[in-house]
């Protein structure tokens, strides 16, 4: 079993990043459960505006990220929240990844079934919710099966501050859920291996 985790952070490598940090809690529960973890940080690849699949510019580096969401059999969506909205980053690729809605295998089941989907959101301030249910439904759209409580997230609170998830020692609910979400995502990817979501019958 393999998951992708896809970091939606503003920050270049190697700056420290939330996000990563948080991710990475959820990777090491993914890999106690035997998955096998990837690490993307969006922002230190070239992705062009666009809804397809195909290279935009000979730049574009999205049809290689693109081969390794279609690899994975988890992804995870991260990403911080500026003023309760997900990063340009997360909704760039989001837009790309608008072109699977009409792509099938072979076998002509959509590219997406079977996929399992999770989310991991950090910030200063509330906005998680909004951000998990906007990411939930494209990928929805898409095809991605989503679990309950296939989430966590870490904020402040309201109002400007210093402290971020990094440097916090409040994680416990944080981490707890992360433990639940990561259970969760692998037991629903197990179903759906042992009984996968046929071609739908208009397709």
């Given at each position: ?17 939330s996000t ?22 969006l922002?230190?690849?070239v ?18 990220l ?11 969506f ?8 997900l ?10 990844m ?10 002509g ?11 991991v ?14 990411m939930?439904?494209?990928?929805i ?12 997230y ?5 109002g400007p ?6 440097t ?6 944080t981490?707890t ?5 990561a259970?969760?995502?692998v ?16 397709a």
């Amino acid at each position: 079993m393999r998951a992708l985790l896809l970091n939606a952070t503003l920050k270049r490598s190697p700056e420290p990043s939330s996000t990563e940090a948080l991710a990475g809690f959820v990777a090491g529960a993914l890999e106690q459960r035997g998955v096998v973890c990837e690490h993307v940080r969006l922002v230190d690849h070239v992705i062009e505006p666009g809804v397809v699949s195909e290279p935009v510019t000979a730049r574009d580096e999205w049809p290689a990220l693109r081969e390794r969401v279609l690899e994975a059999d988890i992804v995870v969506f991260a990403t911080p929240t500026w003023l309760g909205q997900l990063s340009s980053v997360m909704k760039r690729t989001l837009e790309r990844m608008d072109a699977m809605l009409s792509e099938t295998t072979v076998a002509g089941v959509p590219v997406a079934y079977n996929k399992v989907a999770g989310f991991v959101v950090t910030g200063n301030e509330d906005g998680a919710h909004a951000c998990i249910a906007n990411m939930a439904q494209a990928l929805i759209d898409i095809g991605f099966t989503i679990p309950g409580q296939s989430w966590t997230y870490w904020n402040k609170g309201p109002g400007p501050g210093e402290e971020v998830y990094l440097t916090t020692d409040d994680r416990e609910w944080t981490h707890t859920t992360g433990d639940a979400m990561a259970h969760n995502l692998v037991a629903v990817t197990r179903a759906l291996q042992l009984h996968p979501i046929p071609k739908p019958p208009n397709a």
